[in-house]
């Protein structure tokens, strides 16, 4: 059953003490009814028509409307929410009314003395250039006025008025719609009663609107996809403003919109959508000038695969992308914006020959319809190698030590090895221990950065064996070993004097 809105005037309301205001952002209002009531309704207004309201209404019996408990019941529109109750008891109904700054809150409470339901409505080009509403109400007075209003979508009931003077319970009024811009309208019907009583619906389906007599369309407008995103762009002027659209695809409603000054526009896919109707038109003065709709889908979507090398710092200043496509499809490629070739036709491998430093290359394989996917790589160019200095320099030195330390600085995030072993950084400097062997020791140092750049520094370190302290050493021995005989030589001497 489709929902009606009664708007109710002081003629047709028997309100009770003139209605209800309060001027909180909540506030609980007490409707008393003195009577039950027939086709009752309650209408809820506010002042500030933006915001946004949450409305709960309980009978005396315990029985609850609202906005989110019964939808059905209820429909909303800006600054103001009717609510078809139908048989109402006598008592007293609690109607709490929530939001912010929604300054003056009126609660008012009536009888509908006719239903006024509206069974048809239609809208159709006439072939005359305009439009026919046709209508069809049931319980209607003869003298219910009705009028029609275009809106850009089919809720809020916050659209145009374009036609008016009809009535009766059916009947049929024609109209023209000069004053508005070009693009899809949805349409609903307003009946109007003497006394002030309203019914309101939209129609099923939106209608395109070509305004003749607004600005021309764009040229050479074309929408495609660029990777996942709607791609749009037309031929235009310096110093103006463009209007980009999408549309559902289905109820043309108007999903998204941006302005711009460029000749061209990305926008998202809409969540949830695969395919939708796209559009670029004139928007000067804030009025949409004329345009056509395109259909772009997700099904559109190019195959293609662009490999590059897996790193991204390299030494080597040429590396090579992998570029494959199914169907029939052109290659261009950009170097830091700066283009390295455009629409060619073979698939396999593409030389790219890099600056030093930061390089940002893109491939962009585009079908026949203009669909385009894209492929970018970051990779930066290092020949250099890293520094590497020694604090002390070691090469050739002669040390009886069993071990030196090489210590020195070195560039961040390098890796650092000494005769093969790593060895740690702490911040960019090191320290490490390196034990020597007699005779000739080799020591080498490699700093590697990310790019495999590499920096040495190598040492011969000798540690002989005939050092001063392994002659004293010697010498203590020998004067040891002279000593010992010494004492053997006296001892057996005292011995054979004994024996005598």
């Given at each position: 059953?489709?929902?009606?809105?009664?708007?109710?005037?002081?003629?047709?309301?028997?309100?009770?003490?003139?209605?209800?205001?309060?001027?909180?952002?909540?506030?609980?209002?007490?409707?008393?009814?003195?009577?039950?009531?027939?086709?009752?309704?309650?209408?809820?207004?506010?002042?500030?028509?933006?915001?946004?309201?949450?409305?709960?209404?309980?009978?005396?019996?315990?029985?609850?409307?609202?906005?989110?408990?019964?939808?059905?019941?209820?429909?909303?529109?800006?600054?103001?929410?009717?609510?078809?109750?139908?048989?109402?008891?006598?008592?007293?109904?609690?109607?709490?009314?929530?939001?912010?700054?929604?300054?003056?809150?009126?609660?008012?409470?009536?009888?509908?003395?006719?239903?006024?339901?509206?069974?048809?409505?239609?809208?159709?080009?006439?072939?005359?250039?305009?439009?026919?509403?046709?209508?069809?109400?049931?319980?209607?007075?003869?003298?219910?006025?009705?009028?029609?209003?275009?809106?850009?979508?089919?809720?809020?009931?916050?659209?145009?008025?374009?036609?008016?003077?009809?009535?009766?319970?059916?009947?049929?009024?024609?109209?023209?719609?000069?004053?508005?811009?070009?693009?899809?309208?949805?349409?609903?019907?307003?009946?109007?009663?003497?006394?002030?009583?309203?019914?309101?619906?939209?129609g099923d389906t939106a209608l395109f609107y070509d305004n003749t007599g607004g600005r021309n369309k764009l040229e050479n407008?074309?929408?495609?996809?660029?990777?996942?995103?709607?791609?749009?762009?037309?031929?235009?002027?310096?110093?103006?403003?463009?209007?980009?659209?999408?549309?559902?695809?289905?109820?043309?409603?108007?999903?998204?919109?941006?302005?711009?000054?460029?000749?061209s526009c990305v926008l998202p896919m809409p969540e949830g959508y695969d395919r939708i109707l796209a559009a670029a038109?004139?928007?000067?003065?804030?009025?949409?000038?004329?345009?056509?709709?395109?259909?772009?889908?997700?099904?559109?979507?190019?195959?293609?695969?662009?490999?590059?090398?897996?790193?991204?710092?390299?030494?080597?200043?040429?590396?090579?992308?992998?570029?494959?496509?199914?169907?029939?499809?052109?290659?261009?490629?950009?170097?830091?914006?700066?283009?390295?070739?455009?629409?060619?036709?073979?698939?396999?491998?593409?030389?790219?020959?890099?600056?030093?430093?930061?390089?940002?290359?893109?491939?962009?394989?585009?079908?026949?319809?203009?669909?385009?996917?894209?492929?970018?790589?970051?990779?930066?160019?290092?020949?250099?190698?890293?520094?590497?200095?020694?604090?002390?320099?070691?090469?050739?030195?002669?040390?009886?030590?069993?071990?030196?330390?090489?210590?020195?600085?070195?560039?961040?995030?390098?890796?650092?090895?000494?005769?093969?072993?790593?060895?740690?950084?702490?911040?960019?400097?090191?320290?490490?221990?390196?034990?020597?062997?007699?005779?000739?020791?080799?020591?080498?140092?490699?700093?590697?950065?990310?790019?495999?750049?590499?920096?040495?520094?190598?040492?011969?370190?000798?540690?002989?064996?005939?050092?001063?302290?392994?002659?004293?050493?010697?010498?203590?021995?020998?004067?040891?070993?002279?000593?010992?005989?010494?004492?053997?030589?006296?001892?057996?001497?005292?011995?054979?004097?004994?024996?005598?």
């Amino acid at each position: 059953m489709k929902k009606i809105i009664f708007f109710l005037t002081a003629a047709f309301f028997c309100l009770l003490a003139g209605g209800q205001e309060t001027l909180a952002a909540a506030e609980t209002v007490v409707a008393e009814l003195d009577t039950d009531r027939q086709e009752c309704i309650f209408e809820i207004r506010w002042e500030e028509e933006e915001a946004q309201a949450q409305i709960r209404i309980t009978s005396p019996g315990g029985e609850v409307y609202g906005t989110e408990e019964t939808p059905d019941s209820v429909t909303a529109m800006q600054g103001c929410a009717y609510f078809y109750i139908g048989e109402a008891q006598a008592g007293d109904w609690q109607v709490e009314i929530t939001g912010e700054k929604l300054g003056e809150v009126e609660v008012n409470v009536g009888s509908l003395p006719q239903s006024m339901q509206i069974l048809s409505f239609t809208v159709a080009e006439n072939g005359r250039g305009g439009y026919d509403a046709s209508w069809n109400i049931s319980d209607c007075p003869e003298n219910a006025e009705i009028a029609v209003y275009a809106d850009t979508d089919n809720r809020g009931y916050d659209g145009q008025l374009i036609a008016s003077g009809g009535s009766g319970p059916e009947g049929t009024l024609s109209f023209q719609m000069a004053s508005l811009d070009s693009g899809y309208y949805y349409f609903y019907l307003t009946v109007t009663e003497t006394g002030g009583i309203f019914n309101y619906q939209y129609g099923d389906t939106a209608l395109f609107y070509d305004n003749t007599g607004g600005r021309n369309k764009l040229e050479n407008t074309e929408a495609s996809l660029l990777n996942r995103d709607v791609y749009v762009s037309w031929k235009g002027e310096e110093n103006r403003t463009y209007r980009v659209m999408l549309f559902d695809p289905d109820t043309k409603l108007l999903l998204t919109s941006r302005e711009t000054e460029e000749t061209s526009c990305v926008l998202p896919m809409p969540e949830g959508y695969d395919r939708i109707l796209a559009a670029a038109a004139d928007y000067t003065d804030g009025r949409t000038g004329r345009f056509d709709v395109y259909a772009v889908s997700l099904d559109q979507a190019v195959e293609a695969s662009v490999t590059y090398p897996e790193e991204t710092v390299t030494s080597q200043p040429v590396i090579f992308a992998s570029v494959n496509w199914s169907g029939s499809c052109t290659v261009s490629a950009t170097l830091n914006e700066e283009l390295l070739m455009e629409r060619e036709t073979a698939q396999g491998q593409y030389e790219i020959h890099l600056e030093e430093g930061d390089n940002t290359i893109v491939f962009l394989v585009t079908d026949e319809k203009g669909n385009t996917a894209t492929y970018r790589k970051d990779i930066s160019l290092d020949t250099s190698p890293p520094q590497l200095s020694v604090r002390r320099n070691l090469d050739q030195v002669t040390t009886d030590d069993s071990y030196v330390y090489v210590e020195g600085y070195t560039e961040a995030g390098v890796r650092l090895t000494c005769n093969g072993e790593p060895v740690e950084l702490v911040g960019n400097y090191f320290s490490c221990r390196q034990a020597l062997s007699y005779g000739k020791n080799e020591i080498l140092l490699t700093a590697t950065d990310a790019a495999g750049n590499e920096a040495r520094y190598s040492a011969e370190v000798t540690r002989p064996f005939w050092s001063a302290g392994i002659v004293k050493w010697i010498l203590l021995g020998i004067l040891a070993a002279g000593l010992t005989a010494t004492e053997i030589v006296l001892l057996i001497r005292a011995k054979r004097r004994s024996r005598k």
